[in-house]
């Protein structure tokens, strides 16, 4: 059996029902991807989940509910932290966040850190920008070396810089960071219109190509509705994306599309069939309310 390691930070989630009230589950980048993979992946493929918790009774929930969702829990527990929480405001189906994570324990999950949790030689690792945003210096050094080792002994590393320039001190520091971070990737998952902004790319394949140099062998450039952009070592090609009725919430569209894609690419498909595949889970969660879909 194959192992599916997804490494950052799960919250409480309070996101928009009905009459102005919200309705409380848990969510997050990293979590999601590993959510939809687990919904999407045979028994051939263990899905886990490593972050740290708290001991309190949020905690304890959201411990719970990972265990139900059927993916392994690697938790790393602190006494005098917590969960995050954030809270979704939607407008035309569009998503803006605002976010209580002073007390997270996910910020200390690589204080610590050794050896990622039972990864070997086939297996995937999947991280995020948000993943090294939300650690300190120590910890996100800890964390890339643990990446990079695995990688060495065979494993094969998925990152989404997923950019969120407030959670960092200065966009130079993100930008060193996320590019650091993909050096230790084979597989980089931008979204165009953020990598434009933050690192001036000129078009998808400018993105592609610069995430390329440092060193991944496949490149998906994530394009909202408009065409994706796949490169690999031998070709660069693009795929339209078929459009979409009603986008009723866009929360968690590039976590689904990462998931879908990955998991295809583990049953041996070739990018374009894994991004099509992506693209089919992306359509249906941004159908429905919230970051955790049916699907």
């Known amino acids: 059996m194959r192992r599916f390691l997804s490494i950052g930070e799960c919250m409480l989630e309070m996101a928009p029902a009905q009459d102005g009230l919200y309705k409380a589950g848990f969510a997050g980048d990293t979590f999601n991807t590993a959510w939809y993979a687990r919904k999407l992946a045979g028994p051939q ?3 886990a989940y490593m972050t740290a918790i708290g001991e309190d009774d949020a905690s304890r929930r959201l411990e719970a509910f990972i265990r139900q969702a059927g993916v392994t829990p690697e938790l790393l527990y602190r006494k005098d932290r917590t969960i995050g929480l954030y809270m979704i405001s939607l407008q035309n189906g569009e998503r803006s966040f605002s976010y209580w994570r002073g007390q997270s324990a996910a910020k200390t999950m690589a204080d610590d850190l050794g050896d990622l949790p039972r990864i070997k030689a086939g297996d995937l690792v999947y991280v995020s920008g948000i993943t090294f945003a939300i650690l300190p210096e120590t910890g996100r050094e800890n964390l890339l070396a643990a990446i990079a080792k695995a990688r060495a002994q065979g494993a094969v590393v998925a990152f989404d810089p997923n950019l969120r320039p407030k959670l960092w001190r200065h966009a130079d520091e993100m930008r060193a960071v996320v590019m650091q971070a993909a050096g230790c990737a084979d597989i980089i998952l931008p979204s165009f219109e953020d990598e ?6 000129a078009d998808l394949a400018a993105c592609a190509a610069r995430y390329s ?8 450039v994530k394009n909202g509705a408009g065409p994706i952009c796949l490169s690999d070592a031998s070709a660069l090609s693009y795929l339209d994306v078929a459009p979409v009725a009603q986008v009723v919430d866009s929360t968690a569209a590039g976590d689904a599309f990462n998931a879908g894609f990955l998991v295809a690419l583990d049953r041996g498909a070739n990018m374009e ?13 941004i159908a429905q309310r919230g970051a955790l879909a049916e699907i």
């Open 213 to 220: 140099k440092a060193g991944a062998a496949r490149v998906v």
């Open 273 to 285: 069939q894994a991004a099509r595949a992506g693209c089919d889970v992306a359509r249906k969660v």
């Open 45 to 47: 493929l263990e899905v």
């Open 196 to 201: 434009a902004e933050w690192f001036g790319d």
